[in-house]
């Protein structure tokens, strides 16, 4: 297993979280120096706050963790590609590295339907690495919608 499966696989286990208190299971790690600083998942929900992605809690995590708001020289791992919202926080925070996982053909960030990480205009340039585990993060999006799908067809019977 590469260091960018292990972290990922960290990553997977957040997302069951999110999973767990009915969120839609996104799970992300932030690592320096070869140390998870920061870790989070979606709680938009649970928190009752739009910006609970589970990148934005783990840079708001690393940000406390290290006492900085520039995370410079990190790598930040996440089950879904990053929105317009995250991948603007992922670039104001100075990432160095993104690892993701699944594609988002609807509203990723990265280039998969609009790209906002890497756009001219952005002062900073962050390293996108994308398919790592993209299978089974894949995978627990598709059965938590599939079930999502299935309860609401039997609640509308």
Not at 133 to 143: K, Q, T, V, Y
Request: hydrophobic share 40%.
């Amino acid at each position: 297993m590469t260091t960018d499966e292990i972290y990922m696989q960290r990553a997977l286990e957040l997302a069951e979280q999110a999973q767990k208190a009915d969120e839609v299971p996104v799970g992300a790690v932030l690592v320096m120096d070869g140390e998870i600083v920061g870790e989070g998942y979606n709680q938009v929900i649970s928190l009752s706050d739009p910006s609970a992605h589970a990148e934005a809690q783990a840079i708001r995590a690393a940000g406390q963790a290290i006492d900085n708001y520039r995370l410079v020289n990190s790598t930040l791992y996440v089950t879904l590609e990053p929105c317009a919202m995250c991948a603007g926080l992922i670039t104001h925070a100075r990432v160095k590295r993104l690892v993701f996982g699944a594609t988002d053909p609807r509203t990723g960030a990265t280039g998969t339907a609009i790209d906002v990480i890497n756009h001219a205009s952005m002062n900073h340039k962050v390293e996108v690495q994308s398919g790592v585990l993209a299978e089974e993060c894949g995978d627990i999006l598709r059965r938590f919608f599939r079930a999502r799908r299935k309860s609401a067809k039997l609640s509308t019977k």
